[in-house]
């Protein structure tokens, strides 16, 4: 949809990238994830953007096909509390999400087919710099 490269940390490249070489990876999300990866800015976890998707952040996504709205919580895999909103940073549509500024947008294949979504605004759930 857009070619605005991902912002990633070290840890959010090395996770992408790990998603990327999984078995389970549809064909869609792995040529995404391939030009995603090759083109994204890395940066130091303290210079990361507060309107960038990364772990520790909360999102309010919408789902462009569906129109619907919704917010999430992107916490780590140990602490994902799905009637809290809180999804791990290994959910699919985090893999989907994370890198990607306010206002951007995405499609990532799910269950259900391929999904257009749309970030539209993001803040840190705690102090995402220490």
Request: hydrophobic share 40%; net charge neutral; aromatic share 6%.
């Amino acid at each position: 949809m857009q070619n605005i490269p991902l912002i990633l940390t070290d840890k959010e490249h090395k996770l992408l990238s790990d998603h990327y070489i999984s078995a389970d990876t549809p064909e869609f999300n792995r040529r995404r994830l391939f030009l995603e990866l090759k083109n994204a800015r890395m940066v130091p976890q303290e210079c990361m953007p507060l309107n960038v998707v990364c772990a520790n952040s909360r999102v309010l996504v919408t789902n462009l096909d569906k129109r619907q709205t919704f917010s999430i919580r992107i916490v780590p895999s140990d602490y994902a509390i799905l009637p809290r909103n809180e999804l791990s940073v290994t959910d699919p549509l985090v893999i989907a999400l994370l890198g990607y500024a306010a206002g951007a947008s995405t499609e990532w294949e799910m269950k259900d087919g391929i999904n257009r979504l749309k970030v539209m605004s993001v803040w840190p759930i705690e102090d995402r710099h220490h």
